[in-house]
């Protein structure tokens, strides 16, 4: 009997934790009210998207999906329709954990 009360509790939490990555931001770089050829002119133009007409960081790249940049992107994930990145990567990580322990509740 306890084996189904710990199974239900790991599919909620499993549930939980998608939804927290799926409606959380994954880290969008937004984009000031300053031009973009005013952009050019005072920064380097490897740190500017042209897609996105934004200052990117070092470690922010440019999600073809989304069409927006992502703080720290991992990759865009089709399960939960959004970007992985810096605002949602735990989350993300928890409900994979969470998903894994659920299958192997089951098979057991």
Known sequence: MWQ???NG???IL???FLAVTVISDPGFVKNGDVDFLELLEVSDSTQLC???LTVRTARSRH???C???VERFD???PWINNCVGIGNHTSFYCFVLCMLVT???SLA
Do not use: A, E, K
Request: net charge negative; aromatic share 8%; glycine share 0%.
């Open 75 to 77: 990759h865009h994930c």
């Open 4 to 6: 189904i009360y710990l």
């Open 14 to 16: 499993t549930l939980f």
């Open 50 to 52: 042209p897609d996105c």
């Open 63 to 65: 999600c073809s999906v």
């Open 67 to 69: 069409n927006h940049c």
């Open 103 to 105: 299958l192997l509740l």
């Open 9 to 11: 509790s790991v599919v």
